[in-house]
């Protein structure tokens, strides 16, 4: 060891003759004495320790310490708020209709939804569909030589929980009011309405209101709907349930003034010598359904009537009918039954079913029903409708239609 001491000290002193060849030789020489004395010390300690003497002085040993952040809080992804989802039919058609050739179409019917929650108590969605403007169907016949099929938005809406008990929803939206056996005697499935609605549910006890924009002119006062409806849900006991009600539907100036929707056409209900609506529409509904399963099966039973009070004539509606199970887990089935006869000014032709009777008031008779689920997400069904149309139109006829759906969900 002593020998490395001297040997470092001999390169050093060797070194020394450069250093005065620099042009600022006095300071490097400073800089290699105070070296020279810095590495003596060391290996004096060195030495000593070897010698098994305690060092006088204890260097901690030198270490790279690296700072690891903490884990940064991310914001969660726009995504996990948002839900995305849809269906695809496609169907093919038979009518039959004593005053016309039997006629048979294909047709599709495509729908996509986006709905996201803005917060804890307010949901926002948008939804397309083909159909084009129809303001009651999404179905595109397949025609016009391939042409490229429109599609319109068919919900834009937001819907806010006031309470737990208490909901606003505004835009255009679902049909907001309770339709027993999920019918369709007033208004079609696929409406979607527009302007604002109020939904309570304190309990067994249930309430709708709303006031929808039917039609705004520009010159004379718009024409609204407003609706109202109140009812009762729960158990009456032995499993069985109930759902009964009632419903106010108010459809400001409308008599004197053209169709809603199809200006040229009243969709069944009556019209006066200009074209116009012959009866405004004050309609009064009165529903029904009861839940029980048979054989381990759901089943529902139900009954909507509706009677318009300003309608001399032809003014009240009867709906009723069975189904039994549900044909929506994979392997699942479903048969259906309902009568109806639904005179031409009971409801507004424009929103009432757009398939029984041709898509019009002033028609009565049967459909059969049944659906199977198979696995994938995707099902099948079948319907039948046997009827008449036109007795307030003085056409009186028979009116058959057969559909037979491929449907798709995701």
């Known amino acids: ?34 070296r020279i004395a810095f590495l003596e010390e060391r290996l004096a300690r060195i030495e000593a320790g070897m010698n098994g ?26 995504t996990e708020n948002l839900t995305l989802d849809g269906d695809l039919r496609y169907r093919h058609e038979t009518i039959n209709d004593d005053t016309v050739s039997v006629r048979h179409r294909h047709r599709i019917r495509a729908r996509a939804n986006a709905t996201a929650m803005v917060n804890d108590r307010m949901e926002v969605g948008f939804g397309l569909s083909t159909g084009g403007i129809a303001n009651d169907s999404g179905n595109q016949t397949l025609d016009e ?42 208004y079609d499935n696929d409406l979607r309405p527009e302007g604002l609605a109020l939904r309570a549910s304190p309990g067994a006890f249930f309430a709708n209101a709303a006031a929808f924009f039917v039609e705004e002119r520009g010159s004379g006062p718009e024409t609204m709907w407003y609706g109202l409806q109140a009812g009762y849900r729960g158990s009456i006991g032995n499993g069985v349930s109930l759902t009964a009600g009632a419903s106010v539907h108010e459809l400001s100036h409308a008599q004197g003034r ?56 032809f003014g009240d509606g009867l709906a009723f009918g069975i189904d039994y199970r549900r044909a929506t887990d994979m392997g699942t ?12 000014n009971a409801v507004v032709g424009a929103f009432t079913d757009s398939d029984f009777a041709g898509g019009t008031s002033d028609g009565s008779g049967h459909t059969v029903r049944a659906g199977f689920s198979f696995p994938g997400g995707w099902s099948l069904a079948l319907r039948y409708i046997i009827g008449d149309r036109g007795e307030a139109a003085g056409n009186q006829r028979d009116y058959n239609r057969l559909q037979a759906d491929i449907n798709f969900d995701y």
């Open 258 to 313: 053209r169709p809603v929707f199809t200006p040229s056409n009243g969709q069944g209900n009556q019209l006066d010598a200009n074209g116009n609506y012959l009866y405004g529409f004050s309609q009064l509904e009165v529903f029904g359904q009861l839940g029980f399963d048979v054989a381990g099966d759901p089943m529902t039973v139900f009954v909507d009537y509706v009677t318009n009070d300003e309608a001399a004539e």
């Open 145 to 186: 030589g391939f042409s490229r099929k429109s599609i319109g938005v068919d919900r834009a809406y937001f819907d806010w929980s006031l309470s737990e008990s208490l909901r606003l929803a505004g835009g255009k939206m679902s049909n907001p009011f309770f339709r027993p056996g999920g019918y369709h005697l007033l």
């Open 333 to 344: 089935w479903n048969l259906a039954y309902v009568y109806q006869d639904l005179e031409a």
């Open 53 to 78: 003497e305690p060092e006088t002085e204890q260097e901690a040993p030198l270490e790279r310490v690296v700072a690891v952040p903490p884990p940064r809080e991310t914001a969660p992804s726009w």
């Open 1 to 34: 060891m002593r020998l490395a001491r001297l040997s470092l000290v001999a390169v050093c002193i060797l070194c020394m003759p450069l250093l005065h060849a620099q042009t600022e030789p006095r300071e490097e020489i400073a800089q290699l004495e105070a």
